[in-house]
């Protein structure tokens, strides 16, 4: 192979790898913004998405109990919404006693989702770790 030949296939290989990765920037930032917070009694967890005028997700704080949560968003919000569970890496751990095993997960439409999970195997209390911002949410879950 000449050097030319060479040089061309290095500057076609180049332009590939710029394309690719402009293209995975430009996905990237089709992504809504998502930021780590801390929210009560250290709870860690995260908000995706900008609020929403006038959603009462507003008023929701990461680390407050189920029951804190339906009473903001109220009983006919709650009872719209669909909701489901499902497990995390952290249940096929041997001998872990820590929380985080299972998580519910809330769709409602028009506003987004809300995700929950317990502290701990002895504390049965459910904790919202996850604000998803949502209008185009169209309230069911897609397992």
């Known amino acids: ?42 709870v860690e967890g995260e908000i995706v998405g900008n609020e929403i005028p006038g959603s009462p997700f507003t008023k929701l704080e990461i680390g407050m109990s189920q029951k804190q949560v339906t009473d903001i968003l109220g009983s006919k919000v709650q009872d719209d919404a669909e909701c489901g569970q499902y497990f995390t890496g952290k249940s096929f751990i041997p001998f872990h006693f820590g929380g985080d095993k299972v998580r519910q997960e809330c769709a409602y439409k028009g506003l987004g989702r809300l995700v929950f999970t317990n502290q ?15 209008a185009s949410e169209d309230g069911y879950r897609d397992d």
Do not use: H, N, Q
Not at 120 to 134: N, P, R, W
């Open 1 to 42: 192979m000449s050097r030319k030949t060479i040089a061309a296939c290095m500057v076609a290989l180049m332009a590939l790898s710029a394309a690719a990765t402009a293209e995975a920037k430009k996905k990237d930032s089709d992504e809504p913004p998502s930021r780590e917070v801390t929210g009560r009694k250290g």
């Open 120 to 134: 701990s195997d002895f504390d049965g209390k459910a904790v919202l770790i996850k604000i998803e911002y949502d």
